[in-house]
């Protein structure tokens, strides 16, 4: 038999056993630093799988090795998830998974405990089959992604020295391969004035006035911004007002906003933040102070390692070597081409392509659309095809298929 049919009919075999490991991580919650729980589930299964090597790193991601060629590939998929929301908006408990209409229901099916149940699952085919002699490769299930896309991925490549020539994220795509996402970044800008008596508000200088123009110079500036065909347009808003006076009869001596900010290809962070200085001046707020954002979040383990709320865009390049070993190995398994696009969220990639220029893709099981909300459920033939698909790809890459 074909060895890619032969991958797919395990997956197939063992589909109860993934949703059995899916369930089990979502009867277990996981928040944005709270992953801790979670990242035991997974080394539980890791070790009834047989991994060669089983750690967790400082901010607590759980790293399972399988194998010690000498090329490197890693394997993605964040346990942490958010948190259910407006409780009355579910049908059923999200933390009291269900099967019903050939899917697994409850908070982080798709988003994304399905991938991780499905690239755990293809770790045991790996295994089972023997389809990789050439390759070190790595499953993580990594931690703050929520709140700070991409932390974990600088903590591995430079505290643990993980330097993988390709990552597969299981992030949510509905088995569709996405090469690329906008990025974004969070920033402040801050204007001094002169506080006085509010009754004699022409002796001072008011800083909310001065913020009132530059928020609608920043209003001008997002119609502004550069297109590009496939990642579509870059946006800026404002998200916080804030200002500071000695009291509530006194001109404010200080006032700020909070920007959000999408990136498409071609904007980095000095073209965003000069951008924001430029319509600044343009009201004469030459004075204007604009910072990017700091995470410094405290891990589970207790870690923290502060980082710029910078997450730069990213694309794999379409001729990439690796993208045409992914649509090959999804044509094999699924008898038909797939669809090859953008994400529309915003993932641990930002890090991985965006900051260190590893190529790197999404593939994954369940629809994002459903991601963060009530009722989240992933189809569990999807979580057999993406094992499949992961399982394959190292066979592929290794010159088995
Ligand atoms: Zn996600």
Redesign the pocket.
């Known amino acids: 038999m074909n060895l890619y049919k032969t991958i797919y009919n395990r997956a197939r075999k063992i589909e109860n056993d993934t949703v059995r490991i899916l369930m089990s991580l979502v009867q277990t919650p996981s928040f944005s630093t709270k992953e801790k729980e979670g990242v035991e589930v997974i080394r539980r299964e890791m070790e009834k799988a047989g991994f060669d090597e089983i750690r967790t790193d400082g901010l607590g991601s759980i790293i399972g090795r399988i194998g010690n060629g000498p090329r490197t590939i890693a394997f993605d998929g ?1 346990v942490d998830t958010v948190y259910a929301g407006d409780m009355s908006q579910w049908s059923f408990d999200p933390f009291q998974p269900k099967i019903e209409d050939g899917k697994v229901w409850g908070r982080g099916t798709v ?2 405990k399905g991938g991780l149940a499905a690239m755990l699952s293809a770790a045991s085919i790996i295994k089972e089959l023997n389809l990789n002699n050439n390759f070190t490769i790595y499953f993580i299930g990594t931690v703050i ?2 709140d700070c ?1 991409g932390l974990c991925w600088q903590h591995l490549i430079n505290e643990e020295g993980i330097n993988p020539e390709l990552v597969v994220i299981t ?2 795509t509905n088995m569709k391969i996405c090469r690329g996402h906008r990025g974004r970044m969070e920033m402040r800008v801050e204007v001094k004035g002169q506080t006085c008596h509010s009754g004699t508000p022409e002796r001072g200088d008011n800083a909310i006035y001065k913020i009132a123009r530059i928020v609608l110079e920043i209003e001008k500036l997002n119609k502004r911004l550069r297109s590009d065909p496939s990642l579509g347009k870059g946006s800026i808003t404002v998200t916080e007002v804030g200002s500071e006076s000695p009291s509530i009869c006194a001109i404010p001596d200080s006032a700020s906003i909070r920007l959000d900010r999408r990136l498409t290809y071609g904007e980095s962070k000095e073209t965003a933040i000069a951008e924001v200085y430029d319509a600044a001046k343009r009201v004469a707020c030459d004075d204007a102070k604009v910072n990017v954002l700091t995470f410094e979040d405290t891990a589970y383990t207790g870690k923290v390692y502060p980082t710029e709320k910078y997450y730069p865009t990213w694309a794999l390049d379409k001729n990439s070597p690796f993208l045409a070993d992914a649509i090959n190995v999804y044509a094999e398994i699924f008898g038909k081409t797939p669809h090859v696009s953008m994400w529309s ?1 915003s ?1 641990n990639a930002v890090v991985i392509a965006g900051m260190y220029g590893i190529p790197c893709f999404l593939f994954g099981p369940g629809n994002e659309m459903y ?1 963060h909300t009530p009722n989240e459920a992933c189809q569990i033939e999807q979580l057999s095809g993406a094992a499949a698909f992961y399982a394959a790809l190292v066979a592929n890459l290794n010159g088995r298929i």
């Open positions: 964040h988003d994304q992604e929520e896309e992030e949510p969220f993932s991601a």
